[in-house]
């Protein structure tokens, strides 16, 4: 679970450039390319965990690249278009793109869209951190030997921490992207949340494994 690698293929500089600061800001490498041959080239060269791929480039055409990287990656692909039209979509995702997100857009959902799609990936793969372990794909969370129930939401929660361990999630990261529309802005949930998982780690023998943020937020211990 080290940082993840976003490769981002777009021509548009301003939006490269204030992707990269945000991106690296929320704990990613980022590798940029302005074309599409270079970001084919770029994305055999360094195995990004996920592309970002403007569709409107001076070389290629955004479903071509998408296309070729199938051929040889099951890395995400989210598309950043200036169309927002219905047979655009379609044609994205029939080309292997899996989201699609229309420009202008914030760069904070961009965010959150890259993290729907790295937590899928990880499913099937049993991570581990230290003593404890999380099967994505049984849905289970063990520590040492012994099962720590969570609930579905716990669970996600505890997933998304263990996205990058040692780093701090804010309160508001966390709404965001374990509860998405659903929460009410005023809700103390995400501490509640915090507390039950902490009491269930600690009943199968589990200590400080989540680490208190004051005025900010949570870290799983890196
Ligand atoms: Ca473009």
């Known amino acids: 679970m080290d940082k993840k690698h976003i490769l981002i293929i777009e021509d548009?500089?301003?939006?490269?450039?204030?992707?990269?600061?945000?991106?690296?800001?929320?704990?990613?490498?980022?590798?940029?390319?302005?074309?599409?041959?270079?970001?084919?080239?770029?994305?055999?060269?360094?195995?990004?965990?996920?592309?970002?791929?403007?569709?409107?480039?001076?070389?290629?055409?955004?479903?071509?690249?998408?296309?070729?990287?199938?051929?040889?990656?099951?890395?995400?692909?989210?598309?950043?278009?200036?169309?927002?039209d219905v047979s655009t979509k379609v044609e994205m995702l029939n080309s292997g793109a899996d989201d699609y997100l229309a420009k202008p857009f914030h760069a904070d959902e961009l965010i959150a869209r890259i993290n729907v799609q790295l937590r899928r990936r990880t499913i099937g793969s049993t991570q581990s951190v230290g003593p404890m372990t999380i099967d994505?794909?049984?849905?289970?969370?063990?520590?040492?030997?012994?099962?720590?129930?969570?609930?579905?939401?716990?669970?996600e929660l505890l997933i998304y921490l263990c996205n990058q361990p040692g780093r701090v999630y804010s309160r508001e990261d966390i709404e965001k992207n374990v509860w998405g529309d659903e929460l009410p802005p005023s809700s103390n949930v995400v501490d509640v949340h915090i507390a039950n998982i902490r009491g269930k780690l600690r009943d199968a023998g589990g200590y400080g494994m989540i680490r208190t943020v004051r005025g900010i937020g949570y870290a799983i211990k890196g």
């Open 12 to 84: 548009d500089l301003d939006i490269s450039r204030l992707l990269r600061l945000e991106l690296e800001e929320s704990g990613f490498d980022v590798t940029h390319c302005d074309n599409g041959m270079r970001g084919l080239s770029a994305a055999r060269e360094v195995n990004p965990d996920l592309v970002v791929l403007d569709l409107g480039l001076p070389d290629l055409n955004g479903a071509e690249i998408a296309r070729r990287l199938r051929k040889t990656t099951e890395t995400p692909i989210v598309i950043l278009t200036a169309k927002d």
């Open 136 to 155: 994505p794909t049984r849905r289970q969370v063990f520590w040492d030997e012994s099962e720590v129930k969570l609930s579905p939401r716990e669970f």
